[in-house]
């Protein structure tokens, strides 16, 4: 499992002595136990005889929920990165890319530009996509498939040029 693979991961870097990694793996423990709390307050609101035992099994994060998580974590560095940069601050910049490839190590291998090209293509014509006001039914569909594989940003940049172009 995912979880405990970052846990495990984690034990070594405090043995090693590795900062970045060590620091960037507790951040992440800390986010996965804080979906984990939020999974669990839902749950326990809509099922109101379980035990507490109960509820923390039943709120543990599956694979898919922590790459959920990890994929959230990348996204905020690198918006971070972007904002350092423009502030001019580049050893903050550079201590976040660090940390962005310490995460991007747990996260699905991700597709490239044209693989993603690819299965838009597909999409756009399974879901009969004309124009770009179908973005949203085109998104829809191509999002559940490339959770996790593909940043967001490039796959709605690649379905608005894709649309732009059939009309």
């Given at each position: 499992?995912?979880k405990q693979?970052?846990?495990?991961d984690?034990?070594?870097?405090?043995?090693?002595k590795?900062?970045?990694?060590?620091?960037?793996l507790?951040?992440?423990n800390?986010?996965?136990?804080?979906k984990?709390?939020?999974?669990?307050?839902?749950?326990?609101?809509?099922?109101?005889?379980?035990?507490?035992?109960e509820?923390?099994?039943?709120?543990?994060?599956?694979?898919?929920e922590i790459?959920?998580?990890?994929?959230?974590e990348?996204?905020?560095?690198?918006?971070?990165?972007?904002?350092?940069?423009?502030?001019?601050?580049?050893?903050?910049?550079?201590?976040?890319?660090?940390?962005?490839e310490?995460?991007?190590?747990?996260?699905?291998?991700?597709?490239?530009?044209?693989?993603?090209?690819?299965?838009?293509e597909?999409?756009?014509?399974k879901?009969?996509?004309?124009?770009i006001?179908?973005?949203?039914?085109?998104?829809?569909?191509l999002?559940p498939?490339?959770?996790?594989?593909?940043?967001?940003s490039?796959?709605?940049?690649?379905?608005?040029?894709?649309?732009?172009?059939?009309?």
């Amino acid at each position: 499992m995912l979880k405990q693979k970052i846990q495990n991961d984690l034990n070594v870097a405090l043995k090693g002595k590795k900062e970045i990694e060590t620091a960037t793996l507790r951040m992440l423990n800390a986010a996965i136990i804080n979906k984990e709390k939020e999974k669990r307050a839902r749950l326990s609101k809509e099922k109101k005889e379980s035990t507490e035992k109960e509820l923390v099994e039943k709120s543990q994060l599956t694979d898919e929920e922590i790459i959920e998580v990890l994929s959230y974590e990348v996204k905020k560095h690198k918006e971070a990165i972007f904002e350092f940069e423009k502030g001019k601050r580049e050893d903050l910049a550079e201590k976040e890319k660090k940390e962005t490839e310490v995460l991007k190590k747990y996260l699905p291998e991700q597709l490239s530009e044209e693989e993603i090209k690819k299965i838009v293509e597909k999409t756009i014509a399974k879901v009969g996509a004309k124009e770009i006001k179908d973005m949203g039914k085109v998104m829809a569909e191509l999002m559940p498939q490339l959770k996790g594989k593909g940043d967001g940003s490039l796959v709605s940049r690649i379905v608005k040029e894709s649309l732009s172009s059939a009309e």
